[in-house]
């Protein structure tokens, strides 16, 4: 399979699917967003199910991106919790969510290994 290429198959082979209740909070307000991720990482396995996303894209599609995208990779992406690794990701110079709340609570999230 390559980028680009749209392929049919009879094999369910989906492991995420978008639904209403796991929907980011985004248009919310500070508070919500704060008590969603609080929910998330309280009650829902602390987010493990997007750790293996991330996991699962990296072994699939790690020899096909560019250098510049395999280093990006490299920081946000590793299989065990690394506190220098968590303050590359905390520091790093680019907006990873659309509202300032959101990626101060994401940054917050790298920091204690949830993310």
């Known amino acids: 399979m390559d980028f680009g290429e749209v392929l049919y198959t009879n094999q369910t082979v989906v492991k995420y699917r978008r639904l209403e209740k796991n929907a980011t909070a985004e248009g919310q307000n500070a508070l919500q967003i704060f008590l ?4 998330k990482l309280l009650t829902q396995n602390g987010m493990k199910d997007i750790k293996v996303q991330q996991l699962e894209y990296k072994k699939m599609f790690y020899s096909k991106l560019s250098d510049k995208n395999k280093r990006i990779l490299d920081i946000f992406v590793q299989e065990k919790y690394n506190f220098f690794k ?30």
């Open 86 to 115: 968590a303050l590359r990701k905390v520091f790093y110079p680019h907006r990873l969510r659309r509202k300032l709340i959101d990626d101060v609570m994401v940054r917050i999230l790298f920091l204690f290994g949830v993310l």
């Open 36 to 39: 969603w991720r609080m929910e």
